[in-house]
């Protein structure tokens, strides 16, 4: 695991955003009070070379602000890392415009001064297998002539008792950890990571979105990640840019969206099977649920006034009442009528 931190994650980090949820525009850009350390428009890449030509993606906008956490979701294919590696500079997008740190990415000379300030964790490794942890996190140090102490940082992402091991013969998730220390070698105000937990356990997980928040509130860094766990970046991202087919299909802070996109509720209770229900007037379905007792489920717009009529009319028998809050899977499946694990054709 990571090394031991408090847990600080809020269930829901939107709730302490500072991001906004405005889609981004040139005018509101100019506009914008805050610093933002990506403003990205018009982004569109195609690949060719194959049997047929790939749009990777077909125009992109994006921004993130000072301190901002911004998760990019979306299915295998979806074009999540040809953005990313063109938000970072290291990829160039057909047409279209990418600023980081306030310097282009087009111009080389700018991009040199800001490498410093940047921390990337790609998504395939490429580390050098015979090196070793402490080698390898030794010479980023040189790099960016950063005051991150290498011992410290190995045992922050857990990996203390590897240090002296080539990268070599690390496991995948331990190889993450590497990479992403690599990222913060830096001190970074500004990272990219690229799929950084798809290896790790649960436990590994939360420490690494507890040394992001370590260094976002330290720093005031912004963090830019893509991932497939719709779940986990509903509760750790200020704000979600949900992408398919190469296009954003939906963006804002996690609770907002479902707001938008969800009105109504579903409740789940149990009732005695012999209990009277009116499954048409509550917009209910019910089955069989064993010992004596039957499963209802309903949609409601007003979860809260249904409650207070469930409990008039079923008070003294209503038990394992709960209330389903929608999530951005079910979003992402409202959006697209695909479920997430399916493919980008
Ligand atoms: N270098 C490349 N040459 C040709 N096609 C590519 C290249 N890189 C990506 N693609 C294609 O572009 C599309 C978007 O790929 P990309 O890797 O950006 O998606 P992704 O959302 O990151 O997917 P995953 O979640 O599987 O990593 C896919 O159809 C992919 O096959």
Request: hydrophobic share 40%.
């Amino acid at each position: 695991m990571f090394g031991a931190i408090k847990n600080r994650i809020p269930r829901d980090a939107g709730e302490r955003s500072r991001g906004a949820t405005r889609p981004i525009g040139t005018a509101d850009i100019r506009s914008e009070p805050r610093e933002l350390r990506v403003e990205a428009l018009g982004l569109r890449k195609t690949y060719t070379g194959g049997a047929r030509e790939i749009h990777a993606l077909q125009g992109v906008d994006l921004h993130v602000a000072k301190g901002e956490f911004v998760g990019v979701l979306g299915p295998n294919g979806a074009g999540k890392t040809t953005l990313i590696e063109c938000l970072e500079g290291i990829r160039r997008p057909d047409t279209g415009e990418v600023r980081i740190l306030g310097a282009d990415t087009s111009d080389a000379g700018k991009m040199k001064k800001i490498r410093g300030r940047m921390g990337i964790a790609l998504q395939h490794s490429t580390l050098p297998p015979r090196l070793t942890v402490r080698e390898i996190l030794t010479l980023q140090v040189r790099l960016y002539a950063s005051q991150v102490r290498v011992d410290r940082m190995i045992d922050l992402v857990g990996i203390g008792d590897k240090a002296d091991q080539r990268i070599e013969h690390l496991s995948g998730g331990q190889q993450q950890r590497v990479a992403v220390a690599m990222a913060l070698m830096g001190d970074p105000e500004l990272m990219f990571l690229d799929e950084p937990t798809s290896q790790l356990d649960p436990h590994a997980r939360l420490a690494l979105w507890e040394l992001l928040y370590t260094q976002r509130d330290r720093r005031d860094a912004s963090v830019v990640i893509t991932t497939h766990q719709m779940e986990e970046a509903q509760r750790i991202c200020d704000r979600v840019v949900i992408i398919d087919h190469g296009r954003v299909i939906a963006e804002g802070r996690p609770k907002e969206l479902l707001r938008q996109h969800f009105t109504s509720r579903r409740m789940n209770f149990m009732l005695p099977i012999a209990a009277a229900l009116d499954l048409r007037a509550l917009n209910a379905r019910s089955e069989p649920a064993g010992n004596g007792m039957k499963r209802v489920s309903l949609q409601t717009e007003r979860p809260g006034a249904t409650l207070v009529e469930l409990a008039q009319l079923y008070g003294d028998s209503m038990i394992d009442l709960s209330v389903e809050e929608p999530t951005l899977e079910e979003l992402f499946v409202k959006l697209t009528g695909t479920a997430l694990q399916g493919e980008t054709a």
